[in-house]
């Protein structure tokens, strides 16, 4: 139990240096005091962003000063994931892991076993939990005014025509690349906390753009063990916003455009308790009803400083972190299911 925890941050790509060192800086109670990055640039621009942090070139020198820290963030590519996980826990420092959690669900059970056995404390950065539109969503089915729900559309949309050079790009299957780990892992999580377990799987898993190795453009149907049907998208060559969220009830229905803004809003430099925190244009506010007879609902905020709120309270008064591991295998058993699927044409059973 600590008042201020120090924080180490793996990686300052977009993840380290967009989410989790802005994010730890924003929340009290935690403090980013060292900072690992490869790339003199990022290095840079990390010991301008946080004068007061250590930066240094690798995981090695941070792991050399486990003794000063408190919570161990892993922000680093997908095929990482899980080995640096473990070198934290073998240390017994409390982890976050960015998403996806780990290439394999049978890698990420490994990861949760380690840190159960050795009594530290695991979690998994699924920040998308927090976006503005779910909290939305979450808030219209607690209302109850949706009737029995029987579908759920989710679209994670992008118009990415030109291939990045990116790790997320690679086309070996241990680097996890691809939309179904980047985007699915969200678009997935999501269903499964609305929703439930899965009991069927069916995906169409492709590769749209030239010279592309790895999916680019992703349809994901899954069964959920009550009966609802989540559909879900998401692609890199998508060049005319759809609903961000349709659900189908049997009394009305509820659509809502746009995405969450948290994450142009960090890099515009805003941070939580900012003016407009979360807040996303008035235009993109959801519409519930039946055609004639809809009202407007309004957007909630986001909230993606909850997630650190939460790590913080953990470390502080010893509670549950705020994302369960387990859920993050799940999320991994109903996207290799995906690729099963996509591969052999067919519907894969789970559960």
Do not use: C
Not at 88 to 107: H, M, N, Y
Not at 196 to 213: I, K, L, N, W
Not at 272 to 292: C, F, M, S
């Amino acid at each position: 139990m600590v008042d201020e925890a120090r924080v180490g941050i793996l990686g300052y790509g977009i993840g380290g240096r967009v989410f989790h060192a802005p994010l730890v800086a924003a929340t009290p109670g935690l403090v980013p005091a060292v900072l690992a990055t490869g790339n003199p640039e990022r290095a840079a621009q990390a010991r301008a962003e946080y004068p007061g942090a250590e930066v240094v070139p690798d995981a090695d020198a941070l792991f050399a000063r486990a003794g000063e820290l408190d919570l161990i963030v892993v922000s680093t590519p997908n095929r990482t994931h899980v080995p640096l996980a473990l070198r934290a826990i073998e240390l017994g420092l409390p982890v976050v892991v960015d998403k996806p959690f780990a290439p394999t669900a049978a890698e990420g059970e490994r990861v949760v076993a380690a840190a159960k056995e050795a009594g530290v404390g695991l979690t998994v950065f699924q920040n998308r939990r927090w976006d503005s539109d779910f909290l939305t969503v979450r808030k219209v089915l607690e209302s109850g005014r949706l009737g029995e729900v029987f579908r759920f559309e989710s679209r994670f949309d992008r118009w990415v025509p030109k291939i990045k050079d990116s790790w997320r790009e690679l086309g070996d299957p241990a680097e996890a690349g691809g939309l179904l780990y980047d985007l699915g892992a969200h678009i997935v999580d999501q269903a499964l906390q609305l929703f439930g377990p899965v009991t069927q799987v069916y995906a169409e898993v492709d590769r749209r753009r030239a010279g592309v190795a790895v999916d680019d453009d992703v349809f994901i149907a899954l069964r959920h063990a009550n009966g609802v049907r989540s559909q879900l998208w998401a692609s890199a060559l998508a060049g005319i916003r759809n609903p961000r969220f349709r659900v189908l009830g049997d009394r009305a229905t509820f659509t809502k455009y746009g995405l969450d803004v948290q994450e142009p809003q960090i890099k515009e430099g805003l941070r939580p308790g900012d003016p407009g925190w979360g807040v996303e244009p008035a235009a993109n506010a959801g519409l519930l009803g039946v055609q004639g007879e809809t009202g407007i609902v309004p957007t909630e905020a986001g909230r993606y400083e909850t997630f650190y709120a939460r790590v913080a309270d953990a470390l502080r008064e010893d509670t549950r972190f705020p994302v369960d591991p387990a859920g993050a295998v799940a999320a991994l058993r109903v996207i290799e299911a995906a690729h099963r699927s996509g591969a052999e044409g067919r519907v894969v059973p789970l559960g």
